[in-house]
Nanobody, 126 residues
């Protein structure tokens, strides 16, 4: 089992920055790919960014490429999402998730992830 807790969300003006964190506990966190997803009001949950267990492979959704940066610190059991140049359309609840497969490759589908945090709200005002 892996438990995930997000933090760092809040209200920010357009063009601003925010860093959200995901603290993990439980077994095998360091051996799993991690992903960030988001769900806007009335929208489906979508992939934002992902990182393999070693950090050697990273992938971003086109909508955030060049603005968001995912990273992880396995010594601290934490994954981060640095968000710069925020836009009102980035407003959503952001979730971190751990891949169901240990040592697997980076995946972008919701079904690939077995463990989810409770989410943190990010609101970008125009």
């Amino acid at each position: 089992q892996v438990q995930l807790v997000e933090s760092g969300g809040g209200l920010v003006s357009a063009g601003g920055s925010l860093r959200i964190s995901c603290a993990a506990s439980g077994r095998s966190f360091t051996n799993r790919a991690m992903g960030w997803f988001r769900q806007g009001s009335g929208k489906e949950r979508e992939f934002v960014a992902g990182i393999t267990w070693s950090g050697g492979s990273i992938y971003y959704a086109d909508s955030v490429k060049g603005r968001f940066t995912i990273s992880r610190d396995n010594a601290k059991n934490t994954v981060y999402l640095q968000m710069n140049g925020l836009k009102p359309e980035d407003t959503a609840v952001y979730y971190c998730a751990a891949d169901r497969i240990i040592g697997g490759s980076l995946r972008t589908t919701l079904a690939a992830y077995a463990y989810w945090g409770q989410g943190t709200q990010v609101t970008v005002s125009s």
